[in-house]
């Protein structure tokens, strides 16, 4: 089916964003919200977008309006009744989602395609809200999604291959990269991500290093950003919340870090609140090291050591995980961390499969082993990379790992 019109549900940071990239491949959209001052919000990001591409002469100021005519703004379903996408950026709650699908149903044709933007939530139990269930899929772009590239294609159980056919060429036609990944708590990226961003939120508890001396190490690992960086970009909240849905999924080796629920309580979310792990503007980090004098004594942990490799291989055991458990290919997983996290290592964009290769998959095996004896079992090896280990597949240096290499 190919796709003349969009409409975007949610006019957000993300539905605005999602909605300025479908006007920039030449298609319009029709984006709803359910208060004006979030349409005007959703508006001005889109303005904002491509005011800079003015700014930097990438883009004339009449070729921008041209781009602004094709959105329509709106309060109500007006519009929907001849798109062929919808993507819902409502809030990460079940119950909302479910009821914007169910609304969607009596307004849109039969052939429209639901898409939800969701980061983690089950698009089986979507679409099971649906009487269309073949025809919902979850299509996750990454913030900002007007500069990254990577968008996660999610099939739920009963989604049809042809809906994620037309997905996979309407995200191309958007001049993104579509990876299409197996329904699973989190999908790819963030199941990834999070255990990374744990154990360095561990560390920090721990007393092991300070935020910044965390943050330097991983930049100079190889990372765009470090992981407290990060977090206080995309919100302590969303962190706290897609944590404890993966804790709930996955259990131990999700195991929360204590600091992150204890700062959003204070109400440190972030670069969006002035603080989060960091102080921006005139508020410090006070509080944070405040929090973590009282969880050192809290944990009693007086030998709590930071390294690297202590964040990087849950995050290569987690993606061993994936491979074992179907969710996607080996290329997919690295090309997904590439374009979606902005994976380097020694200086080579590079994804944590082909690093894992680069180390050498028994020095993974016996660091994660290692890890386990002194921090617990979180750090417990994959049955695939022990596997790989015992066959004498050890990555670059055996001519075989998760890769196969010419000698």
């Keep these: 089916m190919y796709i003349f019109k969009a409409g975007v549900i949610g006019a957000g940071t993300m539905g605005g964003e999602i909605a300025q990239v479908i006007t920039y491949s030449g298609m319009p959209v029709v984006m709803k919200d359910i208060d004006q001052k979030m349409l005007d919000t959703g508006m001005d990001k889109i303005r904002s977008i491509y005011q800079r591409r003015v700014d930097k002469a990438k883009m004339s100021a009449s070729d921008m309006q041209s781009k602004l005519d094709l959105v329509t703004a709106t ?111 989190g999908f790819l990226v963030n199941r990834l991500l999070m255990p990374y961003l744990n154990e360095a939120t561990m560390c920090l508890e721990e007393g092991a290093a300070s935020a910044s001396e965390i943050d330097e190490a991983m930049v100079k690992w190889g990372w ?35 600091l992150l629920p204890k700062l959003v309580e204070r109400g440190r979310l972030g670069e969006k609140s002035a603080a989060g792990f960091y102080g921006y503007g005139d508020q410090s980090d006070e509080p944070t090291l405040a929090l973590i004098d009282e969880i ?85 090896p994959s049955r695939l990379l022990k596997l790989k280990a015992r066959a004498g597949h050890l990555g670059k240096k055996a001519g075989k790992g998760f890769y196969e290499y010419t000698q």
Aim: net charge negative; proline share 6%; glycine share 6%.
């Design 75 to 185: 309060l109500t379903y007006d519009g929907f009744e001849d798109v062929d996408i919808v993507i819902e950026a409502v809030p990460e709650v079940m119950s909302v989602k479910k009821r914007v699908l169910q609304e969607l149903e009596g307004v849109c044709p039969e052939a429209t395609i639901f898409a939800s933007n969701t980061s983690a939530l089950s698009i089986s139990e979507m679409a099971a809200a649906t009487k269309k269930p073949h025809k919902i899929v979850g299509m996750h772009f990454f913030n900002p999604a007007h500069v990254m590239k990577l968008v996660e294609i999610i099939p739920g159980l009963d989604t049809s291959q042809e809906t994620v056919d037309d997905v996979v060429m309407f995200t191309e036609s958007l001049r993104k990269l579509p990876v299409v990944v197996q329904e699973c708590p």
């Design 224 to 258: 765009p950003m470090g992981p407290f960086t990060l977090m206080d970009m995309l919100g302590l909240d969303v962190c706290v919340h897609v944590g404890d849905y993966l804790t709930e999924e996955y259990g131990e080796r999700m195991e929360s870090a204590l």
């Design 296 to 380: 050192k004594v809290q944990k009693g942990i007086a030998d709590s050591k930071f390294s690297p490799e202590r964040l990087i291989y849950p995050l290569i055991n987690e993606a061993t995980l994936c491979v074992q458990e179907h969710i996607a290919s080996v290329n997919d997983i690295d090309m997904a961390m590439i374009a979606g996290a902005g994976m380097t290592y020694s200086g080579e964009r590079m994804g944590p499969l082909a690093v894992a290769d680069m180390i050498g998959l028994e020095e993974v095996l016996e660091g994660l082993k290692a890890l386990a004896a002194t921090y617990g079992p979180r750090f417990r």
